[in-house]
């Protein structure tokens, strides 16, 4: 008795085969390995002999104050920087 070769029976498994063969080629022969460069700046460095770090929002002690001003404009100075300790009155910016 002979055997017939059947499309259905070997030649779906074969197509199937050879396609995910195809495709692990395709997607190794894409591959290149990364060049690890050095950075274009040293990163910053801390004058302390112990360091601290953390991260989240700062807030103020007593309450979020909103600023707002009667007229529009460009801001043409700024009065203060971040961190410095700012009393009542004291102008912050000119508009």
């Not at 195809?22 to 290149?32: D, I, P, R």
């Not at 007593?62 to 004291?90: F, H, M, N």
């Amino acid at each position: 008795m002979t055997r017939f070769f059947s499309a259905t029976r070997y030649g779906i498994p074969l197509l199937a085969l050879a396609m995910l063969g195809f495709g692990g080629w395709s997607v190794a022969s894409k591959y290149q390995p990364r060049v690890v460069t050095s950075p274009p700046i040293a990163a910053p460095t801390s004058p302390y002999d112990d360091d601290v770090a953390g991260s989240g929002i700062i807030e103020p002690a007593s309450e979020v104050i909103a600023l707002a001003t009667e007229r529009g404009g460009v801001v043409t100075r700024i009065a203060v920087v971040a961190g410095d300790l700012v009393k009542a009155g004291q102008p912050l910016f000119s508009i």
